[in-house]
């Protein structure tokens, strides 16, 4: 396997979306809470050299990403064992999730701010024992897609689409339906009312499907 080369370089920036510079911002605080946000912290832009295109990540260090991750060729693959999903994480904690039969999403903070390691991490653990529990082949498409968590309503927002995502594609007819999603450990803490989700809620933006 070839290796990558990879430079790293100092730079303030919002957020990040695979093959494109996200747009510098210097005076940029982030509010401060537990790990899920980081203050005054200098970003640093990954440039990792790839055969069809760069793709730059942003690495910041106590930050949270929400990622999108997705199977080869949309093969509806992951709800066959969802304990794999869980062990292949490997010790690395997820704030919020959601596994459908051909993606996931997660709220999490990767260990000093690597989110492509932590995924990378991920997907050859979970292509491992998919692979020697199931069946052979190839697993996951080529890169993910991630967003880097700014403020508590931008948290809140892409946490709300994790939980609503089973409705979304028509997998459930409420989000409670749907167990392979952590909303009833926000039920359990308060942080949603059972009656949330069963009015139909629509998200603007990217989240990477």
């Known amino acids: ?121 991920f997907k050859i653990r979970y292509s491992r024992y998919f692979r020697d529990c199931i069946r052979p082949g190839r697993v996951w498409q080529n890169r993910f897609w991630d967003h880097l968590i700014r403020d508590e309503a931008d948290l809140k927002r892409h946490t709300d689409y994790i939980h609503y995502n089973a409705v979304k594609h028509h997998i459930a007819a409420t989000p409670i339906e749907h167990s392979q999603s952590s909303l009833a450990e926000f039920l359990s803490r308060g942080q949603y009312d059972l009656t949330w989700g069963k009015m139909k809620l629509d998200f603007d933006g990217d989240f990477g499907e």
């Open 1 to 121: 396997m070839t290796r990558c080369e990879c430079r790293v370089s100092p730079l303030r920036a919002s957020g990040a979306r695979s093959g494109t510079r996200p747009t510098p911002e210097p005076d940029l605080l982030f509010q401060q809470c537990d790990c899920l946000y980081t203050s005054g912290a200098i970003l640093y832009l990954l440039e990792v050299d790839l055969p069809m295109q760069n793709v730059r990540r942003i690495l910041v260090p106590g930050a949270s990403y929400f990622i999108t991750v997705v199977t080869y060729r949309r093969e509806p693959l992951l709800l066959t064992d969802t304990n794999l999903f869980h062990s292949a994480w490997s010790g690395q904690d997820l704030y919020a999730w959601v596994v459908l039969p051909d993606h996931f999403h997660a709220v999490m903070c990767p260990s000093k701010g690597d989110i492509s390691g932590a995924v990378h991490r």
